[in-house]
């Protein structure tokens, strides 16, 4: 059996690739990779076409950090979506989630390393873009309670409030592992800290 599958070697390839993808086991790789190489080649290469294209248009927002297929994001350009709110990620993916619940209709900024980010350049954004209030939407746990808590400190002087997202959010989960009800209750629920 060993011997079968070490002659397959693109196709064990492509099973160890696929491996590789978060939440995607040995079993769903090799499904995975059956079905794109064998029983559907057209799905297989329009999936190669879409990541090639993608990998090639995406870059990130240079204003929020957000995925864009643009120096700047369209969401930052919308004229529209500056109520005074700005809503601070860890990463670029969760802007999706919470666009995708539509309870949100502020700006964003990721700041994947709070230790090294430019908060200079933030605190002039919130200046010149009227910011009142600044959402938190972490993972909740301790480690995103002290990231907070940093960030709240480099926009002190600001005459900010502070809230985080709240209840229907459990601790230690990634938000791309919270469903849309809970996720757009615990926007509207957000408290104050």
Do not use: W
């Amino acid at each position: 059996m060993k011997n079968y599958q070490n002659e397959l070697l693109s196709f064990n390839t492509l099973i160890k690739a696929l491996e590789k993808l978060p939440s995607i086991g040995k079993k769903s790789a090799m499904k995975m990779a059956y079905t794109i190489a064998v029983e559907n080649t057209s799905l297989g290469m329009q999936i190669s076409q879409a990541i090639n294209d993608c990998i090639i248009d995406m870059q990130k927002c240079k204003l929020c950090g957000a995925l864009s297929i643009s120096e700047v994001c369209h969401i930052c350009l919308d004229k529209r979506r500056n109520c005074g709110t700005l809503c601070i990620v860890s990463h670029p993916k969760d802007i999706f989630l919470i666009e995708e619940i539509g309870e949100f209709c502020g700006l964003y900024c990721v700041i994947e390393d709070y230790t090294s980010y430019d908060f200079n350049a933030l605190q002039n954004r919130i200046k010149e873009q009227g910011i009142h209030e600044v959402i938190f939407a972490f993972i909740p746990s301790l480690q995103s309670d002290v990231m907070a808590t940093f960030i709240q400190d480099r926009l002190d002087g600001l005459n900010l409030s502070f809230s985080k997202i709240a209840q229907g959010v459990p601790l230690n989960v990634s938000l791309d592992n919270v469903d849309n009800i809970s996720l757009a209750r615990a926007f509207s629920g957000r408290i104050g800290i």
